[in-house]
């Protein structure tokens, strides 16, 4: 089971696959999950996991460079999950893998993965935009939420994720109603060597606050009575290799939200202004029509 009072070890614990050794016309794998204050499996574990278990059925080599998946139905936190995963295409230089996530017979997240060997070509990036201020300087607000509020503050405490928002959270209330925000984040504390480890890491930190452009935009806090947001789908794609324990940018923007729904981009750099990934999810967003938007 994960360790509840150590998160990075609970985070390590979930991304530490089971190989079950059956054999059908796919690979099975089993893993559990972090408890989660609502009891629901966290989208970002699941989906790193999934890339775990397609990365097992390839030589370390050959890296994830892409996923695409749909977030079907919620998770329970108490359950295992089960991985299977289709080995649908190897070539020379990529290789392709579908990952379904079940739980009581029934899929709760799907994944269509690609890897590639490192290969030399062109290369550019889209510069880190300028002007934000360093995450040593931003006030850790999280910490402050859970000395002030022990009981509501658990989920922060056990996050294996330091996250310091620009320009500010919007977990009671919103400051400016805007469709873009910045996030600085790195895991709590060193992990492995393994460039595996971190790839995965990076797809469980990718699915950590992106929704918030859209609320934002609206200026509708998480505290808002009534409100309902769920990951729908998922995107990313990995540019270049980071270390998820060291401060990450994760730019976000909302370019548009309609019919319940909202689309939310991202980009992840380096400290040094690398490139990490990029990022688009789809989300459910309804609040109810009585509700008032915190600011």
């Known amino acids: 089971m994960p360790h509840a009072l150590d998160p990075v070890a609970s985070l390590l614990a979930v991304l530490d696959l089971r190989d079950v050794g059956a054999r059908t ?32 059925t390839l030589p370390a080599e050959r ?8 977030f ?19 070539g020379r230089s990529f290789s392709t893998r579908r990952t379904q996530a079940y739980q009581s017979g029934v899929p709760i997240f799907s994944m269509i993965a690609s890897f590639q060997d490192a290969d030399p070509g062109l290369e ?8 934000y201020p360093d995450p040593d300087e931003l006030p850790d607000i999280e910490s402050e939420i859970v000395r002030a509020h022990p009981h509501s503050g658990r989920i922060f405490r056990e996050r294996p994720i330091d996250v310091r928002h620009v320009p500010s959270p919007i977990y009671v209330e919103v400051d400016e109603p805007v469709a873009r925000q910045a996030v600085w984040m790195r895991v709590k504390r060193t992990l492995p060597d393994d460039a ?9 930190m990718s699915d950590m606050t992106i929704q918030e452009s859209i609320m934002r935009a609206h200026g509708i806090a998480w505290t808002t009575p009534g409100l309902k947001v769920a990951s729908l789908d998922h995107a990313l794609w990995w540019h270049r290799p980071a270390r998820v324990d060291e401060w990450l940018l994760y730019v976000q923007e909302s ?3 309609r019919g319940g729904r909202g689309l ?4 992840i750099y380096s400290r040094d202004g690398s ?12 609040v109810r029509q009585d509700a008032e938007p915190r600011r």
């Open 63 to 70: 890296a994830p460079h892409s996923m695409h998946g749909y």
């Open 255 to 257: 370019p548009s939200a």
């Open 124 to 131: 550019h990036q889209a510069p880190m935009p300028d002007g």
């Open 196 to 204: 595996g480890i971190h790839r995965a890491a990076l797809a469980y």
């Open 25 to 56: 016309t796919e690979d099975i794998f089993t893993g559990v999950s972090q408890a989660m204050p609502g009891g629901r499996v966290y989208g970002g574990q699941v989906l790193a996991q999934s890339v775990v278990a397609a990365s097992r």
């Open 72 to 90: 079907l139905r919620p998770g329970d936190a108490s359950a295992d999950i089960t991985f299977s995963v289709d080995r649908i295409h190897d």
């Open 275 to 286: 490139l990490v990934a990029s990022i688009a999810q789809e989300v459910m967003v309804r």
């Open 264 to 267: 939310s981009n991202g980009r």
